[in-house]
């Protein structure tokens, strides 16, 4: 029975990166594959372009298991699709003895059926799929509440809008960040000066990795004066320019911004700088990360590396540890700090302002002091 799957292809002129959707016969997927190139038009994250391809090679074999038209697949298939994503085992990893199932949560089975649903809607203009099986995927909703920051409009015209139809009912699953003692925690258990520098850097910027990964050396001015440069932003700070890489990192925000940075980045950037030069692989990158300690050395260092990095650091310090929940770190402490929102929005890199809130979080201080000034103004009246 034939199957999908995602791969990555690579062009023979100028080495550029796509990802293609082919049967286990290596047939091109024609719609799929258009889909996928709409992306990279789109200029999303070659990361994105990935993930999209394997849940949509995924959801074309699971049609062809069920006998559906993937074209028209219908109300009730695509609910049961949905419930398939959650009950169906995730291939094991390691050996298989001593292996233990895994399966994907709700909220990663409605992200699934979200890109498959963007999926048929793409097709419809071409002729691929009817308008009427792309219009069962929403429904027209009325937002009686407002969410926090969403602006309704001069007399209300985006209070409507359209609401999927299919999709599992989720908690929100909340943010994971880091305190000050678990960060000094982390950097603390850094034994090379390239991956202390990444982990102070990310939680001093409140960078993306995506965003840290993308940096060229010329976007490093930690000097106080980078006149000579070209740039006139005094004190040491650090561009994030949107640029394609050859690691596939991609900073998310369009708009290039600078931030600034203390003198602790400028040191450890130095210890890192030291250690990098007696890689001499190394010498010809303009990238900032590179592989230093496992081929293929002085290749730009790929989120992978970064990840295998703090899983190990999260094993040595008993604690979860993923370079996500420095970014919520920085924006939390600059926002305790008294740093204006307009300011820590524009550091973080977002365009909407409600795009900061999830990233501010109470303590268990905050919220225990809380309650003993409700007490003491409630003792004061009586």
């Not at 429904?139 to 926090?148: A, G, H, M, R, V």
């Not at 520098?197 to 990964?213: D, K, P, Q």
């Not at 040491?236 to 203390?262: C, E, F, Q, T, Y």
């Amino acid at each position: 029975m034939q199957a999908f799957k995602a791969e990555r292809a690579v062009s023979p002129g100028d080495e550029s990166v796509a990802w293609v959707v082919v049967s286990d016969s290596y047939e091109l997927h024609q719609e799929a594959s258009a889909y996928l190139a709409s992306l990279r038009a789109r200029d999303c994250s070659p990361n994105t372009e990935r993930v999209y391809a394997g849940r949509v090679a995924l959801y074309l074999s699971h049609c062809v298991a069920n006998g559906l038209d993937w074209a028209a697949p219908g109300f009730v298939a695509l609910t049961r699709f949905l419930h398939w994503l959650v009950k169906e085992p995730l291939p094991l990893r390691g050996p298989r003895s001593s292996a233990t199932p895994r399966y994907r949560d709700k909220a990663t089975a409605n992200q699934i059926l979200t890109t498959v649903g963007e999926f048929l809607r793409f097709c419809v203009p071409f002729g691929w799929v009817a308008p009427a099986t792309a219009s069962m995927l929403s429904e027209t909703k009325y937002l009686s509440f407002l969410p926090p920051g969403y602006s309704p409009g001069e007399g209300g015209q985006f209070r409507s809008v359209e609401a999927k139809t299919i999709k599992f009912r989720v908690a929100l699953p909340g943010y994971d960040w880091l305190s000050d003692e678990q960060f000094a925690q982390l950097l603390a258990l850094t034994v090379r000066a390239r991956d202390r520098f990444l982990v102070y850097l990310l939680g001093a910027t409140g960078m993306r990795i995506g965003e840290a990964l993308g940096l060229h050396r010329q976007d490093m001015h930690l000097l106080p004066d980078s006149s000579g440069l070209g740039c006139h932003v005094s004190g040491g700070h650090v561009h994030v320019r949107r640029r394609m890489n050859s690691n596939g990192a991609l900073a998310k925000a369009r708009s290039p911004r600078w931030i600034p940075v203390d003198s602790d980045v400028a040191g450890l950037y130095a210890e890192y700088v030291y250690e990098r030069d007696q890689v001499p692989q190394a010498a010809e990158s303009e990238m900032v990360f590179v592989n230093l300690f496992r081929a293929p050395l002085g290749q730009p260092m790929k989120y992978p590396n970064v990840k295998d990095l703090f899983d190990r650091l999260a094993v040595k310090a008993g604690f979860a540890a993923r370079p996500h929940m420095l970014r919520h770190s920085a924006a939390t402490r600059w926002k305790r700090s008294g740093t204006p929102d307009d300011v820590i929005q524009n550091l973080m890199g977002h365009v909407s302002p409600s795009s900061m809130a999830p990233y501010i979080h109470a303590t268990d201080t905050d919220k225990r002091e809380a309650v003993e000034r409700l007490t003491a103004l409630r003792k004061d009246r009586a």
